[in-house]
């Protein structure tokens, strides 16, 4: 079972986020990662195994930002490797999900031509969403979008390029407590 964490803070939330992932390691996993928004641009950092590995990136890597989603991935779709670790990104649409996307190949089919990187069902969540940005929705219409074509049992958070202040939490069948 994966864990999932979204803030939006006031000081650096990359340290907090990996803060709130370790009270989840009894959860079992297998990679983590972490996304935050710095100036209004997404970046990432991911790794392979316990969260000491992840930790030790952020040292030699840091991650700054003030909002920030995490996760703890225990792997389902795809080998444990970093192109398969959480946050998945595309574009401008970073994202965490906890839970299966059961139409996921289905949807991949229609975002033919995209550049899948991993082996997951949680990227085509990013790849729709950007998809719908891309036709002019905001990240919200985009992400009510994108949930309204899942299937599945899910919690996913989605952080976006440009939004410092928007985080957007979803359910359907999975547990969530904002």
């Not at 998809?131 to 899942?150: D, N, S």
Request: aromatic fraction near 6%; charged fraction near 20%.
């Amino acid at each position: 079972m994966c864990g999932i964490v979204g803030i939006l803070g006031k000081h650096e939330v990359a340290p907090l986020i990996l803060e709130a992932l370790k009270r989840l390691e009894y959860r079992g996993y297998d990679s983590a990662g972490i996304a935050t928004l710095q100036n209004g641009h997404l970046d990432r950092r991911r790794a392979v195994g316990k969260l000491i590995n992840l930790s030790d990136r952020l040292v030699h890597e840091p991650l700054p930002g003030k909002a920030g989603i995490g996760h703890t991935r225990w792997a389902t779709h795809g080998p444990p490797s970093e192109a398969n670790a959480h946050p998945h990104q595309n574009g401008p649409v970073a994202v965490v999900h906890n839970g299966i996307i059961e139409n996921y190949r289905e949807l991949r089919a229609e975002l033919a031509g995209s550049n899948f990187e991993s082996e997951t069902d949680t990227e085509t969540v990013a790849h729709l969403c950007a998809r719908f940005m891309a036709g002019g929705m905001t990240p919200r219409e985009a992400a009510k979008a994108t949930i309204a074509r899942l299937e599945g049992a899910f919690a996913l958070c989605f952080l976006f390029d440009g939004h410092d202040d928007l985080l957007v939490a979803a359910r359907r069948g999975s547990p969530l407590a904002i």
